[in-house]
């Protein structure tokens, strides 16, 4: 069974720092893109940030230069590291996987970062 969760949310003011954590159970994860989504108050999800299996990243635009993505498959963990951070960038984060061979897609429970001074 997988099951991924987050960690490392919470509060921070505006031009803090965060780094949030996922972990993964089950045997997926190194075939898996690992990604990170968002979904602000009253907002539709968004694509944050992406590591392929084969360690390539992608931003959104919104977050480039300022979050880094990153993976340790030894862990089965995939880490945000948010720096700069903005009120804009209150949100749920999500954890998700996208294993390759099946194309299934599975989901962490979020974990809440609010950007307020």
């Known amino acids: 069974q997988v099951q991924l969760v987050e960690s490392g949310g919470g509060l921070v003011q505006p031009g803090g720092s965060l780094t949030l954590s996922c972990a993964a159970s089950?045997?997926?994860?190194?075939?898996?893109?690992m990604n990170w989504y968002r979904q602000a108050p009253g907002g539709q999800r968004e694509l944050v940030a992406v590591?392929?299996?084969?360690?390539?990243?992608h931003y959104a635009d919104s977050v480039k230069g300022r979050f880094t993505i990153s993976r340790d498959n030894s862990k089965k963990t995939v880490y945000l590291q948010m720096n700069s951070l903005k009120p804009e960038d209150t949100a749920v984060y999500y954890c998700?996987?996208?294993?390759?061979?099946?194309?299934?897609?599975?989901w962490g429970k979020g974990t809440l970062v609010t950007v307020s001074s």
């Open positions: 998700n996987a996208f294993y390759i061979p099946s194309l299934m897609n599975y």
């Open positions: 089950g045997s997926i994860f190194t075939n898996s893109n």
């Open positions: 590591v392929t299996s084969g360690s390539i990243t």
